[in-house]
């Protein structure tokens, strides 16, 4: 690994600078998600007085447990929703940006401040509009024929959560779809112009392509924060509810470990969703070291 | 722009509009409906213009709060996020500024394993060691505390990459100029990395007093003292007692007033803030 030419020659001093950042990381990192790995492969008595070592019990379970399987499926449709419908909304609206010359500036200021807002918040704005009994959307809904209840609907309440999720992250996807357009040379776009190419045709046959590596790199992030970052949101619109419709299994760890107290089980599928960002993060660095190369 | 299509300009700021007001439609709704009195909202339609109770909701909510919902005046919740805010953006920004030092200006025994034990913590977020965690809190007798709501947020591989990759971009020969005046290495860390790194730290500190603000998991576990609420936590209870009683002008004048500070931040700090996001998550 990289350091400088010439190096202070002290001992002592590196590890009294490393040891803030390296005792937090042990404590309240390395230590509890190890713990999370034992008690995963244990059981304990209703008492807590004792636990047994029982192997891949609590996996086997899991995994025949159709309630698990059920909030798997659920995760993933939740998780892909709301990577596409956000990042469509983002790519839209960051093209559009980037025609504009100096009103471009206004709408990007207007466009990126949802990034700041708790998601448990957005979970309360959303949860408003779609009330039932008050809110806005039901109301025009109503005069659509449609009936709006998420307290009952399973698949209203998925909507419900997929279009906070979505909104929250609109943001975010903007500002590195504008970073990414901005790297793109204008020479390439000018020339296919003079040959002729609408501009239809230019984004989908050079810009889209060129992108190509903003896109990527977004799927994983938007992935990453529909599976860990919308607690908040399903705590605030539908905790789970109705009937598990949309107990996502980062809100499921939770129910089941800290409202249920089964800790086994949620100690397991703690792991598995350790697993599953872990290879999401090998993912996303392995990309960025292409991308320096692209 | 290459060419000049008019009709093409027009439908590019009638999709800009469109996205503004999709973007902006849920927050004047809730804005909306803190200007009103509690009759609004007790069956039919959600107001769509002003009303006049604006003064009278928020200074009710910043005063007293929510008396059946358990949780205290909103003054006492924004307090301890801003206080939580801060603490966990200096906090991480000085020791990840330490360790980013002491990993590129210093060669030592296991800088490669310290290297790997702050690069793992990316991927140990607090949603898959919820319960083990929290044990560990309550064994260190931290829980119903700042430092409980604090310290186990504060380290961070992000900054403390974000700073290693800066410290390689300075050139060697001012390390060497100092050594030669006879610096030591506090001194150079202090009167030249540290000013250097300034727009650095600022750029971070947008993101990650962010990042402390909307944390709501962590708070949710480790507080059950209502002196130690924080907005973002607080206003959940809130919102579910507006279930039950039409207390939804409260609740949205809290709402408002829980979004506000890390939201100006971003509008008034944009360059830093456009600057701390994408830097961060290279």
């Given amino acids: 690994m990289q350091t400088k030419r010439t190096i202070f020659p002290s001992k002592l001093l590196p590890y009294i600078l490393l040891a803030p950042q390296l005792a937090v990381t042990l404590i309240f990192f390395i230590w509890p998600a190890l713990q999370a790995v034992k008690s995963s492969f244990e059981r304990e008595d209703p008492f807590g007085f004792r636990t047994t070592f029982i192997w891949f019990d609590n996996y086997r379970r899991i995994f025949a447990d159709p309630n698990y399987l059920s909030s798997l499926g659920r995760t993933a449709i939740f998780a892909i929703s709301v990577t596409l419908l956000s990042m469509a909304i983002s790519l839209l609206l960051a ?23 708790a998601p448990v918040v957005v979970g309360i704005l959303w949860w408003f509009i779609f009330n039932p009994s008050i809110g806005l959307a039901p109301y025009i809904l109503r005069g659509l024929g449609i009936s709006w209840n998420h307290r009952i609907d399973g698949n209203q309440a998925m909507i ?19 970073a990414g357009l901005q790297s793109v040379p204008q020479s390439l776009n000018e020339a296919a112009a ?57 809100y499921k760890v939770y129910t089941d470990g800290v409202l249920n107290l089964n800790i086994g089980s949620s100690a397991a599928q703690s792991v598995i969703l350790m697993l599953i960002v872990i290879a999401l993060t090998i993912v996303q660095f392995r990309f960025v070291e292409r991308r320096v190369q692209y | 722009m290459v060419e000049n299509r008019p009709f093409l300009t027009f439908l590019t700021h009638l999709v800009l509009i469109a996205g503004v007001v999709i973007v902006v439609f849920p927050v004047y709704l809730a ?26 909701n928020y200074s009710t909510i910043w005063n007293e709060g929510l008396s059946s919902s358990g949780a205290p005046p909103i003054w006492v919740m924004m307090m301890n996020s ?26 030592f025994p296991f800088r490669l394993l310290a290297f790997w034990i702050i690069f793992i913590t990316l991927m140990l977020p607090v949603e898959v060691r919820i319960i083990p965690t929290f044990a ?21 591989a992000t900054a403390t990459f974000l700073f290693r990759q800066f410290f390689l971009t300075i050139p060697d020969e001012l390390m060497e100029a100092a ?54 936590m607080g206003i959940k209870r809130l919102a579910a007692s507006a279930d039950s009683e039409p207390l939804w002008h409260l609740v949205m004048a809290a709402v408002i007033l829980a979004m506000l500070p890390p939201v100006l931040v971003v509008i008034f700090m944009q360059r830093l803030f456009v600057k701390g996001l994408v830097e961060t998550e290279k």
Avoid: C
Avoid at chain 2, 33 to 55: D, I, K, M, N, Y
């Fill in chain 2, 136 to 156: 560990v809190v309550a064994n260190l007798g931290m829980l119903n505390s700042y430092q409980g709501l604090i310290l186990p947020l504060i380290a961070s």
């Fill in chain 2, 82 to 107: 801003l206080l939580m805010a801060v603490a966990i953006a200096v906090g991480k920004i000085a020791i990840s500024l330490l360790s980013a030092y002491a990993i590129v200006y210093f060669k």
């Fill in chain 1, 95 to 117: 093209v559009a940006v980037n025609r504009l010359l100096r009103s471009g500036k206004v709408y990007t200021t207007l466009l990126v401040w949802p990034y700041a807002v």
């Fill in chain 1, 160 to 178: 419900l959560i997929i279009i906070a999720a979505a909104w929250k992250q609109i943001s975010y996807n903007f500002l590195f779809f504008v």
């Fill in chain 1, 194 to 250: 003079i040959d002729g190419a609408g501009p239809f045709k230019r984004f989908w046959t050079i810009i889209f392509p060129l992108i190509s590596p903003t896109t990527f790199f977004l799927l994983i992030i938007n992935i990453n924060y529909a599976m860990f970052d919308t607690f908040g949101i399903v705590d605030a619109t539908t905790s789970g509810g109705p009937a598990q419709a949309t107990n996502i299994l980062v």
């Fill in chain 2, 179 to 232: 050594r030669v005046d006879g610096a030591g290495p506090m001194k150079f860390f202090r009167d030249i990395l540290l000013p250097l790194s300034r727009t650095n730290i600022a750029a971070l500190f947008v993101i990650l007093f962010i990042f402390g603000w909307v944390q709501y998991m962590w708070p949710l576990l480790v507080t059950s003292d209502s002196r130690y609420y924080t907005i973002v």
């Fill in chain 2, 31 to 56: 804005f909306i409906a803190s200007t009103h009195g509690p009759g609004q909202f007790v069956s039919g339609l959600v107001p769509l213009l002003p009303g006049p109770h604006l003064v009278e």
